[in-house]
């Protein structure tokens, strides 16, 4: 209840058009030249003071990337993204990794105050109980702290930037990186391989709960820079963790790019949680400028047991291509994903999941709600396939759609494939409009038109909201609201 | 409290005209019945005094408590507590009725610069009035309207209506699809409003709600006008001689 109230409070205190997140943080910077070649990947990888395998792998997914193009059967358009034209690296000067908070550089520490991201480790308050959340802060193109890695350690649970993984612990980054997105999966996860700068690496060993949530907080700042980052999160036999990451950009009138691979790994009776609250600048009322989200996220419930949930709220972005998939591999495993997309303005998303059934008794669950807005376009793209061996395999599938205004699109594009024939898919998919008899009757009741919009909104999509851990939940749905202001009308 | 005078109103998308000349008066305190035929401009005449976008007022006004209300938006004319109970409550799917509840109070507490409830004001309120209508809490956990029987729908539109304290209530056709019993949780939900300084106009086509509801006036509504007007007798003529011989006597 109260997050409605102060959903409506942020709603009218926002004038339309404005991105909270926009401003700029004057840092000196240190890049890499403009453009794309094998030593702009060898400068990255030495910047990151990489071991030779990793160049390597890098390289192969460069030449790889030369021969791959890019792909065009997402419903969005764009014009063609010129890859020479864009910095691969960019960090803050001095920073070539993530140091003691006493040595950041103040005008970053104050950019994540801004954000209302704790770089120092305190108890952040989450109404009466206080809950501990570890964040790794990303910067462009480098991680600048990751807290509570101590804490994290006594419990045996491995948290630092991927850079440092890859020289603290090569042995584990090299069995597990690129074994759900291979290298050659696709045109961004390729590209990524080659230049991925930084991310979060999770490492939760056999029987260990993790004790607090995690999360990477990813924050493009520089001019033309790409953001490539590569996450990878592993648990063990019987582990679980619970993650979030979180997103935002200046406001700039020409689009960024940004390109991510997020690698899940579950063994055995392991869980893994992955929320994301993508905030991305999304562009101006006129669809100039914003981000080109482009990003491949997988999941591999690797052992039997095991259970991968995906969690995302998208309000943010341009342009949002990107379908986080379950891989049910054990026997037994489950994958969900729950999703809210919110689009408005000129903002265009084709976003959804797969989930690949390949385990017998696997079951799947993918609840979809996207809401349309504005001139945007909003689409669901789902596949659920059962393999020949995946006996019982069970998926449920409930897309809802709901479009405010005429100007606006919504599009479903489920894809079911059966190989076996005791699988069980329930598929259910509804688009709705805001309907007259709806508003009509909350205006009534004196809640004036913008507040009966949130209402209705945070009704449509509470199903997945409370999907989120509690923290966030209420942060998501103001988000939600501010997104959608200006709609009406 | 409410003064209809000379009203002419059509359906805004296609120019029908619904409502032709009505005249209606409704004092401080009084149960004014409206009955009428089906299609005799009934619930088009709640929506125009709920302000609904879909209706254009053409000519006449609507003064409520000596005030134009004709150029006030719906929230606004709710929050100067212009109520309508509809005859379809309308279905708003993940939002607890609780929730809808607290947010139209305050919502109009708000428009009214009142300071917001507290919670506790805000559940005691809700207790009591739902303990009258026989409204569990459990109920009021569900979504709105949301797979409601008849009988919640209704007697939820009373509960709104007792917390919301409205000044004029418009009741349209709330007896439809209510079987006896409902009938009488909703009537007495009704009765316990009433009051020397609130008004209801009760828009029904059968007689048989105002057995329990009785009416101070009764005023026949046919094409767009009232045709005859009268005291609660007058709905008992109807039910037993029909509409027929009024609207005959009328043309």
Redesign the interface.
């Known amino acids: 209840?109260p997050a409605?109230?102060e959903t409506?409070d942020q709603v009218r205190q926002i004038d339309v058009d404005q991105y909270k997140y926009g401003f700029e943080t004057t840092v000196e910077m240190e890049k890499a030249p403009k453009g794309l070649s094998e030593d702009i990947i060898r400068f990255i990888s030495a910047k990151k003071n990489e071991p030779d395998w990793m160049l390597e792998w890098r390289l192969g997914a460069y030449r790889r990337w030369l021969t791959l193009e890019e792909p065009a059967w997402a419903r969005v358009n764009y014009p063609k993204i010129d890859f020479n034209d864009l910095y691969y690296y960019a960090a803050p000067k001095n920073q070539s990794g993530p140091m003691s908070i006493d040595d950041v550089d103040p005008e970053i520490i104050k950019t994540y105050e801004k954000l209302g991201i704790p770089l120092r480790e305190q108890e952040i308050l989450a109404g009466v109980q206080k809950s501990k959340v570890a964040v790794d802060a990303v910067f462009d193109s480098v991680s600048v702290v990751t807290t509570f890695k101590e804490e994290l350690k006594k419990a045996g649970v491995i948290f630092m930037s991927i850079s440092e993984a890859i020289r603290e612990h090569p042995d584990l980054v090299k069995k597990y990186l690129g074994t759900v997105v291979p290298t050659t999966d696709n045109f961004y996860a390729t590209l990524n391989s080659a230049v991925f700068t930084d991310g979060s690496f999770v490492f939760v060993p056999k029987g260990v709960r993790c004790p607090m949530e995690l999360s990477t907080y990813f924050r493009i700042n520089e001019r033309d820079t790409g953001q490539f980052e590569r996450t990878l999160i592993i648990a063990e036999e019987g582990a679980y963790v619970s993650y979030l990451e979180g997103c935002t950009a200046p406001q700039r009138d020409e689009n960024q790019l940004h390109a991510a691979v997020v690698e899940l790994v579950a063994l055995d009776d392991a869980e893994i949680k992955y929320s994301t609250v993508q905030n991305w600048y999304p562009g101006d009322k006129d669809g100039k400028g914003g981000i080109y989200n482009f990003v491949t996220k997988r999941g591999d419930c690797r052992g039997k047991n095991s259970k991968i949930s995906w969690t995302q709220v998208e309000t943010g972005s341009a342009i949002t291509w990107k379908y986080p998939s379950c891989i049910l591999r054990g026997d037994n495993s489950r994958g969900e994903f729950y999703s809210i997309a919110v689009s408005n303005g000129h903002q265009q998303v084709d976003s959804g999941t797969k989930m690949i059934h390949l385990g017998k008794n696997t079951s799947s669950r993918i609840i979809s709600k996207g809401i349309a807005a504005g001139v945007s376009q909003n689409t669901y793209r789902g596949q659920v396939s059962t393999h020949r061996k995946a006996e019982n395999a069970r998926n449920f599938t409930q897309c809802d759609s709901l479009l405010i205004g005429d100007r606006c699109g919504a599009h479903t594009v489920p894809y079911i494939e059966a190989k076996n024939s005791t699988s069980h898919f329930e598929h259910e998919a509804t688009t709705s409009k805001i309907?007259?008899?709806?508003l009509?009757?909350?205006?009534?009741?004196?809640?004036?038109?913008e507040?009966a919009i949130a209402?209705?909104v945070?009704?449509?999509?509470?199903?997945v909201i409370q999907e989120l851990p509690m923290e966030f939940a209420v942060e998501a749905q103001k988000l939600i609201s501010i997104s959608l202001e200006g709609s009406v009308g | 409290m409410l003064e209809i005078k000379n009203l002419h109103a059509r359906i805004a998308e296609d120019g029908t005209e619904i409502i032709r000349g009505l005249n209606l008066t409704v004092r401080d305190g009084e149960v004014a019945a409206i009955m009428g035929p089906n299609g005799s401009g009934k619930s088009t005449l709640s929506y125009i005094l709920?302000?609904?976008?879909?209706y254009e007022v053409t000519e006449g006004d609507i003064l409520y408590n000596g005030e134009s209300i004709l150029e006030l938006?719906?929230?606004e004319?709710?929050?100067k507590g212009i109520?309508?109970a509809?005859q379809y409550?309308?279905?708003?799917?993940?939002?607890a009725t609780?929730?809808?509840l607290?947010?139209?109070m305050?919502?109009?507490r708000k428009?009214r610069g009142e300071d917001e409830l507290t919670t506790p004001d805000f559940m005691r309120r809700v207790k009591e009035a739902a303990a009258e209508l026989q409204i569990s809490p459990e109920m009021l956990r569900r979504?709105l309207n949301v797979g409601f029987s008849g009988g919640e729908k209704k007697r939820s539109e009373i509960l709104?209506m007792a917390l919301?304290e409205p000044r004029l209530c418009v009741l349209d056709e709330t007896d439809s699809g209510l079987d006896i019993d409902a009938l009488k949780i909703v009537a007495d939900g009704v009765n316990a409003l009433r009051s020397p300084d609130r008004s209801v106009v009760v828009i029904t086509h059968y007689q048989r709600l105002l057995d329990y509801i009785v009416p101070d006036t009764v005023h026949v509504l046919y094409k767009g006008q009232i045709i005859k007007s009268g005291d609660k007798t007058l709905a008992h003529d109807l039910e037993a001689n029909g509409y027929a011989d009024i609207i005959e006597a009328a043309a």
């Not at chain 1, 309907?435 to 709806?438: A, G, I, L, T, V």
């Not at chain 2, 709920?50 to 879909?54: P, S």
């Not at chain 2, 409550?89 to 939002?95: H, L, M, T």
Request: aromatic letters at 10%; one cysteine or more.
């Open positions: 209840m409605v109230q409506i309907s007259e008899d709806q009509f009757y909350c205006l009534q009741r004196g809640i004036p038109e507040a209402l209705i945070n009704g449509f999509v509470k199903e | 709920a302000g609904r976008e879909d938006d719906p929230s004319r709710a929050a109520f309508l509809f409550p309308i279905e708003i799917p993940g939002v609780m929730q809808f607290k947010v139209a305050n919502e109009q428009a979504p709104q919301l």
